[in-house]
C-alpha cells in the first residue's frame, strides 16, 4: 500500500516522525516531489484566492500526489500542547481541501489533538495503525521508532544544522550571527522562500532558526506578552525572537513571512516594535508566489553589510 | 475622573456610553468611523492587519486626541484574535506616545478573575446592588430596542413605497432609544417604534431574500460594510443578516459562563463541511448560510475583511455548500480599498442574477403543472 505525505505546511516540523511512522508500519511511503512552478501553478488554480501561499501549496501538493497514491495523508493539527492551538487554516484544512480539490476521495484525515503529551500520541498512531489494519505491536514499534528520528532530527538543530536544507553544522566563527524567524513551513521550503537560509549562509553568516533554540530557552519568555498568542508556531517564533533580543546573541534578527499571513501581522509587527525599543535591527522579509528573486537578494545583501559595518563600529567603539 | 472611551459599535455605543456614565466615568464618545478613521488606522497598522484592527486602532485614535485616558476594548469583537489585537493595539498606541491605560474585558469563562478586577477599575461610584440591576437591565433592553428596530428596518426598507422613509425612520427611533432615561421610557419608546413602522406605506409583494454572513464586526457595523443593507434596501431585497449586537453580547457571555458551545443548530448544520471550530465565525457562516438556504432564500453574501483566517477556510467551503442547496453565494471582501461604487455594481449583478434564478424557477414550476395537464390522465 502507498501513503502519500504532502511536502508542505507541518511536514517540515514533523516529517521524520511521519514518514518512519508509515515505513515501519510496512506502507511505501511516497513524498510529493520538492516545490515547484508546476506545483504552486496547481496550487494556486484550486486554493480560495485570498489564502496565504503556503495554504495553496498544500493544495498544490496534494495534487501531485493524486493518481499515484492509495492514501493521502491530511492533517488537522488542532494542539500538540495545552498552551496554544494552531492557526485556523491547520483547523479547517482538509475541510478547505475536501471542497476546492475535485476528485480527492482518498484522504486519510487525521485529527491531531494531543495536548496531553505522549500518551495521546500514542493512542492517536494506534488508532491510525487499526485504521490501515495494523496490529498494536507493529503500532507501537513504529510509534517509538517514529519517535526517535524526531528526536534525532530535533538534535540535529539544536547542534547548528538545518536537516531540511541540507545544511551541516555550521562554523561558530562566522563573521555575522543572524536569527532568521518564521514558520518551518517557509524557512525550509527553499522554492518558496528562495532559499533564503542558503543565501544568507553563502554570505558567510551563521544562521540561526527557532528550531535551533532549546525548547527550555523559549519557555522562559513565555510570559513576556500580557496574552500569550493562540498558535504553536507563532509562539515558537516570538519567543525565539524574544530570546535574540534578550540575550543578544545575534546581530541581527530576518523575519520571514507569507503575504497575507494572519497570525503573522501580529507577531511581525510585536517584533518589529519590540526591535526598536531593544535597539536591535530587525528585517521582514514576505513571500508569494509572485516574489521576484532580485528584490529579495538585494535586501539581503544591503541588511548583512548594514550588520557587517556595525560591528566594526561597535568593535571601534569598545 | 477616568475618561473611558471604546470601539464604535453601531447605535450599541450609545448604551456603552450610558454603562460608563451610570459607573461613575467621564466618556469621551467614539466618533463613527469615516474613512479619515479609516486612513489613520490604515497608517499606523500593520499592512496585513483586518479591517477591523485598523477600524478600531483609528478609532483609539481620535479617542485619544480627543482627551481619553482609559480605553476599554471588548473581547467580543474580533474573537479569533481579540486578545492579541489589544496587546498589539496598546503596543502601537504606547510607541506613538499616547498615555492611557487599557482595560480589557474578558469572556467570563476563562478569564473571571479578570473580568471582575477589569469591571472594579471601571466602577468608580458607589453602587448598592439594587443600582447594578437598575442598570443592567436598562442597557439590555436598550441593546434589544436597537437590534429591534434595526431588524425592521431591513424587513421593511424593500417594501417601502417612499424610497428613503424607512431610513429616516430608523434614525428617528436611534434618537429616541439614545434619549431614553430609565426602563419605562423604554417601554414606551418600543410601542412608538413599532407605530412608526406601522406606518410606512408598503408594497405587497415577496421580495427576493439574501442573507448576509460572515465576521461579526463587518457584519454588525454599517460603517465598515458600506452599508451593504441599506444599499440591498434600496434594491427592493429583504436582507437579513446572521448576527446583531444584543444577541451576540449575551449568547458570548452567558454561554461563556457555563461552558456551553451554543448556537446548536448553526454548528450541527455546518459540522459535515466545517469539521473544526476554528475562530472568528468562520464556522458559523457556513451554518447560517444553510440556515438561510432551508429557509427559501433567494441568496448569501459573505462579508469577511482581507487577511480574516476564519472567513478564508469558510470563503473555500461556501462556494460547494451553497451549490449543493440551490443558494445563489457572493463573496465581498472588504478592505481600505473596497469603493462603494464597485461594491454596488457587483450588489446589483448578483441581484439581477437571483431575479433571474427565481423566475426560471417559477417558470419550470408552472412549466411542470402544463406538462401534467397535457399528458396526465
Ligand atoms: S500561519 Fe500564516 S502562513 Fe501559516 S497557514 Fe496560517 S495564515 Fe498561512
Ligand atoms: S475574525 Fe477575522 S476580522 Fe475578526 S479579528 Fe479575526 S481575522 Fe480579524
Redesign the pocket.
Known sequence: MKIGVPRA?AYYAYYPFINTFFEELGLEVVVSDPTSKEIIDEGVEDAVADA?V??KLFHGHVKNLMGRVDYIFVPRLIRVNSEATF?P??LGLPDMLACSIENLNNMLEVRIDIAKGKRQLFSLCLSVARKLNKGFFKAWNAYRKAKESLEKYKLDFLKGAIPPLGIGVQEKKAEVKLGVVG?PYLLYDPYVSLDVIGKLVRMGAYVVTPEMVPETEKRKYARRLRKMLF?T??NSVLRTAFHFMETKLVDGIIHVT?FG????FIVDKIMELEAKEKNVPFLTVAFDEHTGQEGVNTRLEAFVDMLKRRKVKEAIVV | MRKVSFPYVGNATITFKKLMNAFGNEVVLPRRPTEETLSLGTKYSPEFACLPFKIVLGTYIEALEAGADTLVSTGGVGPCRAGLYTTLHEKILKSLGYEFEMITLEPPGRHLKELIASIKKLVNKRLSFADYYRIIRFAWKELQLLDKAEKLSHKIRPLEVKKGETTKTYRKCAELIAQARDYKDLLEIEREIELLYERIEKKDYDPLKIGIVGEIYVVIEPAANLEIEEMLGDLGVYAERSMFLASYTFYNAVMDLLRMPGERDVKKLASPYFKEMCGGHGRESVGNAILFAKRGFDGVIQLSPFTC?PEIVAKSILPKVCAKYDIGFLSVTLDEQTGKEGLRTRIEAFVDLLAAKRKHKEANKKGDVVYGALFGN
Open positions: 505546511l496565504c503556503p495554504v492557526c487554516k491547520f514558520y498558535w508556531f507563532s507569507a499571513c494572519g497570525p503573522d | 483566517i
